[in-house]
């Protein structure tokens, strides 16, 4: 038998007709975050492989043992691939960061949200807003009901499959969070927290706004920021950062700091210049599309390159154009006219990338999950950029906005919902209803938990149409099954499509959701549609035809 080497046998493995190595490339890329290198039955492994290919190549074409060879191959290739999707999940997410100029929402943001892509839908969307309208009149208003921005999403997302998990404002900075119904129960420990740095930290419109939660286990952190502007306040914006990143603690022992999340999102308008270059040189350059000549200028990439706590944090290239400073409703940059007044200089902006989106994945070490621990070292969490762009067909404001899609590759630590929910019989607002409801051994059960009927499209979790006490409606209990009735009056008589969510007051966040399932509409609703029906000529006498006439 020839002697192969490792790097040999490898090399030789790309003539196997049998598997085709470009359809191994995305097995391939996503499982080297999960590697673990120095693991000993890894070593091994290598080793068989590097034998199994030198005996295929000694193997004559026409041998029956050729074939054997091969096919055990292509199962073993197939029995692999399943087990690392099995292992991992892709997790999709679309971030958005826009500076809205207090403008009100556009009539459409289908290509900002990418809702006519062919690919797969995403799984959660994150969206980060500045400038908000924040006069005296609008966030008072705001404050007593939902922003209109936040309406807006709202009904865009809420016929799709998803709601709001959660938001926060601070004055004009917004950040929104929507996700699909299918991973509520595993989205957990949700927090909010904000930053004024505004007039020396007494005034919010500069800082950062934050939403974190457990993501199936893993702590995710989305931080939303509006930084100091103009090009002379680099050092303002850096301070300020560390200043936010020093002051947002969390009552967690184990990830009490923003720094600790697994993975942290920082976006919004950072307010980085480019800096020695003159305007021309600048807007010349983003005629040509060199967008490379302008990126070793770019204050931030300066700044990552000094500052330490800088350099953990990621983010993709540059290759669209600068998204300030543009003429409203057109994709001209600045073209106001030289003005001077009482000394106040009304010189035009010269172009920069305010506008950004950059993430930084901690370093995992041990991790353990309802299956088990896991081997030390073993990375269950990654990240892979998917696009970055700008989009120069919105002009409500002087900045575009800007988009990052993602792919969080995650093993799950839980895969379990903490409460199983159920509708029993058949639901009608002729009688009382009944749910049965079970929960994990661990679940920190409360009073004040509820149960929440919710139309199927609806927007948030207090978007429900009725609700019941666990404990003050409930009617049995086992082991196993708790039972809560809803009284047949708050049942709605139309009907419909509808779920069921299990809020828990511990955990601040939906524990379990029910399937769809339909509530018949009564026979009062039946007939005042009829009616309704008749009234509105849906259900007329014919009327006489033409030769039917005297």
């Keep these: 038998m020839a002697s192969l080497n490792s790097e040999d046998a490898l090399q030789d493995s790309s003539s196997l007709s049998l598997f085709d190595l470009e359809s191994l490339h995305p097995f391939r890329s996503r499982s080297a975050s999960f590697s673990s290198t120095g693991s000993s039955g890894r070593l091994q492994l290598r080793q068989r492989v590097a034998q199994l290919m030198a005996c295929v190549e000694d193997i004559s074409s026409d041998d029956e043992i050729h074939e054997e060879v091969s096919r055990t191959l292509d199962e073993a290739f197939l029995i692999w691939g399943k087990k690392l999707k099995d292992k991992c999940q892709e997790f999709r997410l679309h971030l958005v960061t826009w500076n809205v100029g207090t403008a009100s929402p556009p009539p459409d943001v289908t ?35 939902d922003d209109p921005w936040s309406i807006f999403f709202m009904t865009v997302f809420s016929p799709l499959g998803y709601i709001k998990l959660s938001s926060v404002r601070m004055q004009g900075l917004l950040l929104l969070v929507f996700v699909k119904h ?73 990830v009490p700091n923003i720094l600790d999340h697994d993975i942290l999102f920082w976006f919004g308008d950072l307010n980085f210049r480019i800096a020695d270059y003159g305007i021309h040189f600048v807007r010349e350059s983003i005629s040509n599309s060199r967008y490379n ?10 700044a990552k390159k000094k500052e330490a706590f800088l350099q953990e944090f990621i983010e993709g290239p540059l290759q669209f154009k600068p998204t300030y400073k543009f003429d409203l409703h057109s994709d001209v940059y600045d073209t106001r006219g030289q003005k001077t007044l009482f000394w106040f200089n009304g010189k035009k902006r010269k172009p920069a990338w305010t506008d950004r989106i950059l993430w930084r994945v901690k370093n995992l070490s041990q991790h353990s999950s309802e299956d088990g621990d896991l081997s030390e070292g073993e990375q269950t969490i990654s990240v892979t950029l998917n696009n970055y762009i700008s989009h120069m067909s919105y002009g409500i404001s002087d900045h575009k906005p800007v ?18 929910l159920n509708p029993e019989g058949e639901w009608n607002a ?41 404990k003050d409606d409930e009617i049995s209990s086992s082991e196993d099954v708790t039972q809560v009735y809803i009284s047949a009056d708050e049942i709605p008589h139309a009907g419909g499509e509808f779920l069921l ?40 006498p014919h009327s006489p035809k033409p030769y039917d006439e005297f």
């Excluded at 989305?222 to 680099?234: Q, S, V, W």
């Design 111 to 145: 290509s900002l949200l990418q809702l006519s892509s062919q690919g797969p839908s995403m799984d959660m969307y994150v969206i980060g807003l500045q400038e908000v309208n924040s006069k005296i009149i609008n966030f008072l208003s705001d404050l007593a009901f």
């Design 182 to 254: 299918a991973h509520i129960p595993f989205i957990r420990d949700i927090h909010t927290h904000y930053t004024r740095t505004g007039l020396y930290g007494y005034w919010g419109n500069k800082g950062g706004v934050t939403i974190r939660m457990s993501l199936y286990g893993h702590m995710i952190c989305f931080m939303n920021c509006h930084l100091p502007a103009h090009i002379e306040n680099a050092e303002q914006r850096l301070d300020d950062f560390e200043k936010i990143l020093e002051m947002q603690q969390f009552e967690d022992e184990n």
């Design 293 to 302: 000549l302008l990126w070793e200028k770019d204050q931030l990439n300066m």
């Design 403 to 420: 988009t990052g899609t993602f792919g969080l590759q995650i093993k799950p630590l839980f895969s379990t919902p903490l409460v199983t």
């Design 430 to 470: 002729a009688q009382d209803v009944l749910i049965s409801y079970s929960t994990v051994s661990e679940f920190p059960s409360s009073t004040w938990d509820w149960i929440g009927l919710y139309q199927v499209t609806f927007r948030h979790v207090n978007d429900y149409v009725t609700y019941a006490w666990v």
């Design 501 to 540: 969510c299990y809020y828990s007051h511990n955990m601040q966040s939906i524990a379990g959701m029910s399937q769809p399932f339909q509530i018949q509409p009564s026979r009062r609703s039946a007939e005042k549609e009829l009616a309704q029906e008749n009234i509105n000529g849906i259900e007329k």
